[in-house]
């Protein structure tokens, strides 16, 4: 009687054919479902009866035709087809899958998610859920499910395949395995009797004592009592887990007409509800409405879409005297709309690849409208390091640019560092129609390449040479100043002489102050440029003239020494003459070459004074104002590009008879 209650003990224990994992809910099609083997494949939709074309272990097994509500089995696998949504742009099909488990280490794929049994104990599965190029883990315990995106998933942590009694030379399958009691041996160690048992998995030898526990392929075995010599008590666990996944719509729920949900960037309402469907609407933010339509409620029926978002419905009732209308709509964040879709514009930021600290470079910025349409409202935004400075002008503010068009220009920009720089890159900004927005555009941000310049350091260096002959009092003496760019860097500079007292002189663009004369230019690195000018002596003596050329800090100067003789005198006294004036960019003599003597007397104002002809000492030389009276002053003035006169001093003399 014993014996006959434990052979019925195991045949009601004896493990059978299940799958005891689920993969249900809503994919866009196409879609494959893979949990590395059984995998299934769905091929193809008729829109004409709303069947599906099923290819169950892939394309190379063959295929099966499903409508909605039928299944297709096979080995320990299950599909189901329960309908579908869909639009001429997007389709969504709602699918059951059945499977027995999935292992330690195992993944499984459904539809763009990819999900991995990182590890499993009694208690707790932890998965990887991946989708595109994000990731999660999630923690689960038997029992509790936990929601990850779309995706809502429960687990059984290393559940119990089999419990109960192997008969010896009898294999079991379970899973994958097939486990079989093969023999058992008794032996005396230290006066005790040890029982060893001999297990095969797969037809391979485990040996085992009662209470050991063995790990082989994903199968945990915790070897229990014989009974008797034929029957050995066993638990089988899985190294793994039964999965319960629930793949779900953006959103799904009853709306009555006049209700909306916000979903995204997107309003959905129901405008109108019928007996077999309504009328819906898919608006922005603000309510401005992008597409509607009427969609159809059934197990496979169209809906509208529009920028990622496919908007259907299942059902329709009355609740209360209202109808309404069961919506299920599905949002691809990927394909929803983004201001740049609407425009493109392609920066390039072209610099040299190498520049001196201190000398500007030109940068050429140019923007292509490579896109669909007219872009407007451009904003250029240099976003340059803190080792260049921007010179000048560039078109900060862009009106628009058509479609096709390009945009060139240049900009100044001058390293005030040195070594191997970054400069940055150019930022545009612009404005384009863009559904979304409420007020129809949509702001976009282009950014050109970022560039490195190498920027040697600066090296600031001017000569300057002064040249000028020995001459006499009264006669105009030509004074060359050269300056020489020796450095590696043009920078401009400023150029000052210093002129003894007594002197007067002719030049050309400078500035009077005092006795010194001042004014600026720039020369490139090895150019030259010589300064001409006239200088009147008024008194016999040693002169030293100088002059400087001040740039970036740095002060480069030379000098000269000239000898001024006396005046020549005649034998002739009988002659009154007053010295000529300097003529504007000519040396000019004092005097006209006759015998006269005159009587200098300084006077201290500067005049203007034009070429004219030879004068007598008198009341107006001694004034400062020219015989016709109607020369300005000028000192302390600068005309650019005009020839002035400074008189620092002037002689004003009378000749007296002798």
């Not at 005790?192 to 199968?219: M, Q, S, W």
């Not at 949002?331 to 500007?360: C, H, K, R, Y």
């Not at 260096?461 to 001459?471: E, H, Q």
């Not at 004219?612 to 009276?629: M, Q, R, V, Y």
């Amino acid at each position: 009687m014993k014996k006959l209650i434990i052979l019925v003990f195991v045949v009601l224990l004896l493990p059978g054919v299940s799958a005891d994992s689920s993969i249900t809910g809503w994919f866009s099609y196409p879609f494959t479902i893979d949990p590395g083997t059984g995998e299934v494949r769905v091929g193809d939709v008729s829109l004409d009866d709303g069947s599906v074309l099923v290819y169950p272990g892939g394309y190379s097994t063959g295929m099966s035709v499903l409508h909605v509500g039928e299944s297709l089995a096979w080995n320990d696998r299950e599909f189901d087809f329960h309908g579908g949504i869909y639009s001429g742009d997007s389709m969504y099909l709602n699918v059951s899958y059945r499977f027995p488990y999935l292992l330690e280490g195992e993944e499984v794929l459904f539809g763009r998610y990819r999900v991995v049994l990182e590890s499993v104990d009694e208690k707790t599965a932890t998965l990887k859920v991946s989708l595109g190029d994000g990731s999660a883990e999630l923690t689960l315990t038997q029992g509790k499910d936990a929601s990850i995106g779309n995706l809502r998933i429960s687990a059984t942590p290393m559940p119990v395949l089999f419990e109960g009694y192997l008969k010896r030379g009898r294999a079991v399958r379970v899973g994958g395995w097939f486990v079989e009691f093969g023999n058992y041996t008794v032996t005396s160690r230290g006066g005790e009797l040890e029982e060893i048992v001999e297990v095969f998995v797969n037809k391979k030898r485990y040996l085992a004592e009662p209470g050991d526990t063995i790990e082989v392929d994903g199968l945990v075995i915790n070897v229990g009592d014989l009974v008797g010599s034929e029957y050995l008590k066993v638990r089988l666990r899985l190294r793994g887990a039964y999965l319960d996944v629930d793949v779900l719509p953006s959103f799904e729920g009853w709306l009555s007409e006049g209700k909306t949900e916000k979903l995204g960037q997107y309003i959905i309402r129901v405008e109108k509800v019928l007996d077999d469907g309504g009328y819906v609407s898919i608006r922005n933010p603000c309510g401005r409405v992008l597409r509607s339509g009427f969609v159809y409620a059934g197990n496979v029926s169209s809906g509208i879409y529009y920028g990622g978002l496919l908007l259907g419905a299942t059902d329709t009732k009355l609740s209360g005297g209202t109808r309404e209308l069961r919506i299920v709509a599905f949002l691809n964040d990927a394909d929803v709309p983004e201001p740049g879709d609407a425009a493109m514009l392609n920066v390039s930021l072209d610099a040299p690849d190498n520049a001196t600290q201190l000398q500007p470079f030109e940068a050429r910025v140019v923007i292509t409208n490579t896109g669909p349409g007219e872009v407007r409202y451009i904003e250029v935004i240099p976003n340059f390091t803190s080792g260049f400075r921007i010179l000048g002008d560039y078109p900060e503010y862009i009106p628009t640019i058509p479609k096709g068009g390009r945009v060139e220009f240049s900009m100044t920009i001058v390293p005030v560092k040195a070594g191997n720089l970054t400069l940055g890159d150019v930022a545009i900004v612009g404005h384009a129609p863009y559904d979304l927005s409420c007020y129809g555009m949509g702001e976009m941000t282009f950014t050109s390449e970022r560039r490195v310049v190498h920027v040697g350091n600066a090296e600031v260096k001017y000569a300057v040479a002064v040249k000028a002959l020995n001459g006499t009092v009264g006669t105009g003496i030509p004074l060359n100043i050269t300056v020489t760019n020796t450095g590696n860097t043009g920078l401009p500079f400023n150029i000052t002489v210093a002129l003894p007292e007594g002197f007067a002189v002719i030049a050309r663009n400078f500035t009077i102050n005092g006795k010194w004369l001042r004014g600026s230019d720039s020369l490139g690195a090895g150019e030259s440029r010589t300064y001409s000018m006239e200088i009147v002596p008024l008194a016999p003596g040693e002169y030293t003239i100088t002059a400087g050329v001040e740039s970036a800090g740095n002060v480069f100067y030379n000098s000269t020494r000239i000898v001024v003789g006396p005046q020549p005198t005649s034998s002739a006294d009988t002659a009154e003459d007053v010295p000529t004036p300097p003529a504007p960019g000519n040396a000019t003599t004092f005097g006209n070459g006759t015998n006269t003597t005159c009587e200098p007397e300084v006077v201290t104002k500067v005049v203007t004074v034009p070429v004219t002809s030879n004068t007598t000492c008198g009341d107006e030389a001694k004034t400062g104002i020219s015989p016709e009276g109607k020369l300005p002053y000028v000192a302390g003035s600068f005309v650019a590009g005009m020839v002035f006169i400074l008189l620092l001093a002037w002689i004003a003399a009378r000749l007296e008879e002798r």
